[in-house]
């Protein structure tokens, strides 16, 4: 079972910055895609960023070009970091692991808590 704790959270003005970290309890290199969900209040949680293992980086189209994702093995955590932020990007950032299914195990899907980030207008 993999542990995922986020942390960087926080309030800050429009237009200014935030950096999340997603520290994991194992290496980064057994875990097929991190990624970087987010849940605003009344709405379906969605993606915001994933980074498959060797594979190209998924930026959903509302954060693409302000945010980026990205993995330090050695410390086993992903971050992201959010550059020109907005008031509808307020919401819990969660971070997310997924194992693809092999011959022994079923698929699996990680959790964080969450970190809450909220940007003033």
């Known amino acids: 079972q993999v542990q995922l704790v986020e942390s960087g959270g926080g309030l800050v003005q429009a237009g200014g910055s935030l950096r999340l970290s997603c520290a994991a309890s194992?290496?980064?290199?057994?875990?097929?895609?991190m990624g970087w969900y987010r849940q605003a209040p009344g709405k379906q949680r969605e993606l915001v960023a994933a980074i498959p293992n060797g594979g190209l980086i998924n930026y959903s189209d509302s954060v693409k070009g302000r945010f980026t994702i990205s993995i330090d093995n050695a410390k086993n955590t992903v971050y992201l970091q959010m550059d020109s932020l907005k008031a509808e990007d307020t919401a819990v950032y969660y971070c997310?692991?997924?194992?693809?299914?092999?011959?022994?195990?079923?698929?699996?899907?990680?959790w964080g808590q969450g970190t809450q980030v909220t940007v003033s207008a």
């Open positions: 194992e290496s980064i290199f057994s875990i097929n895609v």
């Open positions: 997310n692991g997924r194992r693809f299914r092999t011959t022994s195990a079923p698929e699996s899907s990680y």
